[in-house]
């Protein structure tokens, strides 16, 4: 029994809303405030701040953008002092490397939640290299480091074997993303007709989500399909070119872009078929969103999202870089409703039964309940944690 709380330092490197924040602010809003109390530090301002401040969680900002900044360390141990916090808990590589070792100075538990390992696909050769040791000292001195997929599991014991690994699946709130069937002017506003059907890139315009394969596939698929059209919602730095090639396919009437919307469960509700034609991921929380919605959805066969959807299942899965890929299952799904309705209820399926948001909240608590009670002082005793048969949670 704890004679206090458990007080957790959750550490991220911006205070906007990504994947990432999305995973924090849903776990630490749900987590047991009788036996945990959550602190946050962001490294920038931001909505995810503001709401976390708004459900009554001590968040602190120290304002940097960059990775390895010794200038703010003193401030990190003074929080760690000041809140006698027991565990830090890492979110992603950045808030790794300006918290890690203050924790280290102050003896405090260390876990890191692995967003995406950060020596992806599209770096240089040195960035890469620069990426994969500070991914190993961050897994090498945290007590122990979580991912969201199976596969991440897997890159990190090739990359990293040093780490202490723990798999929690990434999840989301599937009692708020539930299809409904009210009313929604959403369609009216954002000019499609009743008669149109809608298909949806709703993600950051960035290099890893590939925006552009999706608008390369809309000229094959409005060939075949007068019906079809396009909602792309995000910023990112890939935004303008990915307007230009619309321009230049002469598809900027079928698109409608949008920035980042607050109302991403109204947009999916109007959304016929949702694809994602990302480069790499965890498991991507917004093709789970999707999925919840009972939305037929097109995504890469690639690591991450292959342990949510299952071809022909409960969605469709092509290559990447391939927009005709992307065209000829859309055009199907186009065509046939009844499949489109068979996947999204196998896909909510899936959701409801793998990636709800309360098994991630109950397995965190478990790992900040089983460090702080056992009181693991080596990674010989961690290693013995993470493979525990008591652990239901532990990666195979």
């Not at 906007?16 to 776990?27: A, S, V, W």
């Not at 409904?180 to 499609?192: A, D, K, N, P, Q």
């Not at 899965?317 to 499949?339: E, T, Y």
């Not at 196998?346 to 990636?355: D, E, G, I, M, Y």
């Amino acid at each position: 029994m704890h004679e206090r709380k458990i007080k957790i330092l959750h550490t991220i490197r911006q205070g906007g809303f990504g994947g990432g924040e999305t995973y924090l602010y849903n776990l630490v809003t749900r987590l047991d405030k009788d036996i945990i109390e959550p602190v946050v530090l962001s490294f920038t301002e931001g909505e995810m701040v503001e709401k976390l401040r708004q459900a009554g969680i001590k968040t602190y900002v120290i304002p940097t953008l960059k990775p390895f900044n010794f200038v703010i360390y003193p401030q990190v141990i003074q929080i760690l002092e000041q809140e006698k916090i027991d565990v830090l808990h890492i979110h992603g590589t950045r808030a790794g490397t300006n918290t890690l070792i203050p924790a280290l100075l102050k003896g405090a538990k260390v876990i890191y939640t692995v967003h995406g390992w950060s020596f992806h696909t599209g770096n240089s050769t040195l960035a890469t290299h620069l990426r994969i040791l500070s991914e190993r000292f961050l897994t090498r001195f945290a007590t122990l480091t979580i991912c969201g997929s199976a596969a991440d599991i897997q890159q990190g014991k090739q990359y990293c074997p040093e780490g202490h690994y723990q798999l929690i699946k990434n999840s989301i709130d599937t009692h708020f993303f539930t299809p409904h069937t009210s009313h929604t002017s959403h369609r009216h506003e954002l000019g499609f007709a009743e008669t149109d059907l809608v298909i949806s890139f709703i993600a950051r315009f960035t290099f890893q989500k590939d925006p552009l394969s999706f608008i390369k596939a809309i000229p094959a698929i409005c060939r075949e399909v007068s019906a079809a059209k396009f909602l792309m919602v995000g910023e990112g730095e890939l935004k303008e070119t990915c307007i230009q090639l619309a321009s230049e396919l002469n598809i900027a009437d079928k698109i409608v872009f949008l920035p980042f919307r607050k109302d991403v469960k109204e947009l999916l509700q109007i959304t016929d078929i949702f694809v994602l034609p990302s480069l790499w991921e965890v498991i991507p929380l917004g093709l789970l969103e999707a999925m919840a919605m009972e939305k037929a959805c097109i995504a890469t066969h690639i690591p991450g999202t292959t342990e949510a959807i299952t071809d022909h299942q409960n969605g469709m899965l092509v290559d990447v870089h391939q927009p005709d890929h992307v065209a000829r299952k859309v055009i199907m799904l186009a065509f046939n409703p009844i499949l489109r309705k068979k996947l999204g209820k196998n896909a909510r399926h899936t959701v409801l039964t793998q990636f709800g948001i309360q098994e991630l909240v109950k397995a965190n608590e478990h790992v900040y309940t089983m460090l702080t009670e056992h009181a693991v002082t080596s990674h010989l005793a961690t290693a013995d944690l993470a493979t525990s048969p008591d652990n239901p949670f532990v990666a195979s």
